[in-house]
């Protein structure tokens, strides 16, 4: 995996207009920004940006619009925000095909140091499509690429990829470049022992990554609802908990794996249960602690045990590096939080490069107060597990390299 890439450090942008993908889908409740950190992760390569004199025309998508323009999905408070968060007016450039003739005025008005917003680049059907003219329209108002937006490399979309074809300069911002240099890094070349934790609830949204981290890491942990299907394809009870049945063949082969590979595989040994699965997701419940392999028939487990929380404890503390994806039981419900807290725990007293990719584990360790212990917290889920997949992003691969 080639990590050497062309970055905002790398380019002269004096006068020239610069067009930046940066990742502002950010939680709006009526309007309000309820959340601003994926705004404040693109200051830094804004600023760059404008203290080297370019001018600066940020696009992003925003939400999920289903035909077309949606007011709700507007990037307008986006705006108002980063000119708070810049100390500079942010102009919004308000079209509905994205790169109208707002976009147009506002981007020939610019003086270096601008910065202009666009609107939703989803606004435009092409976006998710990479489809022509959307590509070429969006090239039009710009000299350089810089993609700064790691929550969607995964993607090949018009403003991720189809932008580079008629575009020449291109570089990654640092937050992508930050991204690659911890993921990639603790996949690629780890400092060892390296250790591997995934959770989450289903084994076939990780088949690649449990398959692919096998080959790289020392010890892989799984907790989370997959574990179930682990135990069970050990001959273990695991009463009413989530199983994917069409799964046990790809349990028993990763087993296998591990064994032939002389990796450890470590999975809970005991597990906090109920009868139902709390409604709603937080309410007062109280945990029945059973052993994994022997959940009684009517119980369902919802976190990881206190005897598995000490022993995946006891083997991050040896690890120079730990990659974590997934939480290990519903840690919405402080009853189901434990295992999780337990874990990041861990991972926080650890002297290891410790790396959180993304999504559900990255929203835990901000939710428990852990975030400023970790090394790195990936600001992209699906985007962090296809790198830990091993495959090589489209928004990464169509940036030139050093």
């Given at each position: 995996?080639?990590?050497?890439?062309v970055?905002?450090?790398?380019?002269?942008?004096k006068?020239?207009?610069?067009?930046?993908?940066?990742?502002?889908?950010?939680?709006?409740?009526?309007?309000?920004?309820?959340?601003?950190?994926?705004?404040?992760?693109?200051?830094?390569?804004?600023?760059?940006?404008?203290?080297?004199?370019g001018?600066?025309?940020?696009?992003?998508?925003?939400?999920?619009?289903?035909?077309?323009?949606?007011?709700?999905?507007?990037l307008?408070?986006?705006?108002?925000?980063?000119?708070?968060?810049?100390?500079?007016?942010?102009?919004?450039?308000?079209?509905?095909?994205?790169?109208?003739?707002?976009?147009?005025k506002?981007?020939?008005?610019?003086?270096?140091?601008?910065?202009?917003?666009?609107?939703?680049?989803r606004?435009?059907?092409?976006?998710?499509?990479?489809?022509?003219?959307?590509?070429?329209?969006?090239?039009?108002?710009?000299?350089v690429?810089?993609?700064?937006?790691?929550?969607?490399?995964?993607?090949?979309?018009?403003?991720?990829?189809?932008?580079?074809?008629?575009i020449?300069?291109?570089?990654?911002?640092?937050?992508?470049q930050?991204?690659?240099?911890?993921?990639?890094?603790?996949?690629?070349?780890?400092?060892?022992?390296?250790?591997?934790?995934?959770?989450?609830?289903?084994?076939?949204?990780?088949?690649?990554?449990?398959?692919?981290?096998?080959?790289?890491?020392?010890?892989?942990?799984?907790?989370?609802?997959?574990?179930?299907?682990?135990?069970?394809?050990?001959?273990g009870?695991?009463?009413?908990?989530?199983v994917?049945?069409?799964?046990?063949?790809?349990?028993?082969d990763?087993?296998?794996?591990?064994?032939?590979?002389?990796?450890?595989?470590?999975?809970?040994?005991?597990?906090?249960?109920?009868?139902?699965?709390?409604?709603?997701?937080?309410?007062?419940?109280?945990?029945?602690?059973?052993?994994?392999?022997?959940?009684?028939?009517?119980?369902?487990?919802?976190?990881?045990?206190?005897?598995?929380?000490?022993?995946?404890?006891?083997?991050?503390?040896?690890?120079?590096?730990?990659?974590?994806?997934?939480?290990?039981?519903?840690?919405?419900?402080?009853?189901?939080?434990?295992?999780t807290?337990?874990?990041?725990?861990?991972?926080?007293?650890?002297?290891?490069?410790?790396?959180?990719?993304?999504?559900?584990?990255?929203?835990?360790?901000?939710?428990l107060?852990?975030?400023?212990?970790?090394?790195?917290?990936?600001?992209?889920?699906?985007?962090?597990?296809?790198?830990?997949?091993?495959?090589?992003?489209?928004?990464?691969?169509?940036?030139?390299?050093?």
């Open positions: 995996m080639n990590l050497n890439k970055t905002v450090e790398d380019i002269n942008v006068g020239k207009r610069v067009l930046v993908r940066c990742d502002f889908n950010v939680p709006l409740k009526e309007g309000v920004i309820t959340n601003d950190n994926r705004i404040t992760a693109a200051l830094p390569t804004i600023k760059k940006l404008i203290e080297n004199g001018k600066v025309i940020l696009c992003s998508h925003l939400g999920k619009p289903k035909n077309g323009p949606e007011e709700k999905f507007s307008a408070p986006v705006a108002v925000r980063l000119s708070e968060l810049l100390g500079k007016e942010v102009v919004f450039a308000n079209d509905d095909e994205v790169v109208g003739e707002n976009a147009k506002a981007v020939a008005a610019m003086q270096s140091g601008d910065v202009v917003l666009l609107q939703n680049t606004f435009r059907k092409e976006e998710t499509k990479n489809l022509e003219p959307f590509s070429s329209e969006l090239a039009s108002l710009a000299e690429f810089v993609m700064d937006a790691f929550g969607s490399a995964h993607r090949a979309h018009c403003s991720t990829a189809g932008v580079t074809e008629h020449k300069d291109t570089a990654v911002g640092y937050l992508m930050k991204e690659i240099a911890f993921l990639g890094n603790a996949v690629e070349n780890p400092v060892r022992p390296f250790v591997a934790i995934l959770g989450g609830a289903k084994v076939a949204d990780k088949l690649n990554v449990i398959s692919n981290l096998l080959e790289k890491c020392d010890t892989l942990i799984i907790g989370g609802g997959m574990a179930y299907t682990f135990v069970k394809a050990q001959g009870e695991v009463g009413t908990s989530l994917d049945d069409t799964k046990i063949d790809y349990c028993k990763m087993i296998a794996k591990a064994e032939q590979l002389g990796k450890k595989l470590l999975l809970p040994i005991d597990t906090a249960c109920t009868k139902d699965f709390p409604d709603p997701i937080d309410a007062e419940v109280e945990a029945t602690f059973a052993p994994t392999a022997e959940i009684p028939a009517d119980l369902m487990g919802l976190d990881i045990g206190p005897k598995t929380a000490e022993m995946f404890a006891e083997a991050v503390k040896s690890a120079k590096t730990v990659v974590w994806n997934g939480p290990m039981g519903v840690f919405e419900n402080p009853t189901f939080a434990k295992g807290i337990a874990v990041a725990q861990a991972l926080a007293e650890t002297d290891a490069t410790t790396i959180i990719g993304g999504g559900d584990s990255a929203a835990a360790v901000i939710n107060g852990f975030a400023d212990k970790m090394s790195h917290i990936s600001t992209g889920g699906g985007a962090s597990l296809e790198y830990l997949e091993g495959k090589v992003l489209p928004g990464v691969a169509v940036i030139a390299d050093k």
